[in-house]
């Protein structure tokens, strides 16, 4: 059987999932920023009856 100590509570299992995606994030950036060239950028744009518009931007890593 666990006891508390081997549980984190809420607060601790949020911090640990922060820390993990400034982590993760971190890596990204870098990985990214060291593949200049490698990323392809696709657009479209495009409006609703109303005239309401709306762009997406895709960016592709290869």
Known sequence: ???DKQI???TKVGDLISEAYARE?????DR???SLGR???TS???SRQNME???????HYL
């Open 32 to 34: 990214l920023a060291s």
């Open 8 to 10: 984190p509570g809420r």
């Open 44 to 46: 479209d744009i495009w």
């Open 25 to 29: 994030y971190q890596r990204l950036i």
């Open 39 to 41: 990323i392809a950028l």
């Open 53 to 59: 518009g709306y762009m997406a931007v895709t960016a």
């Open 1 to 3: 059987e666990l006891d």
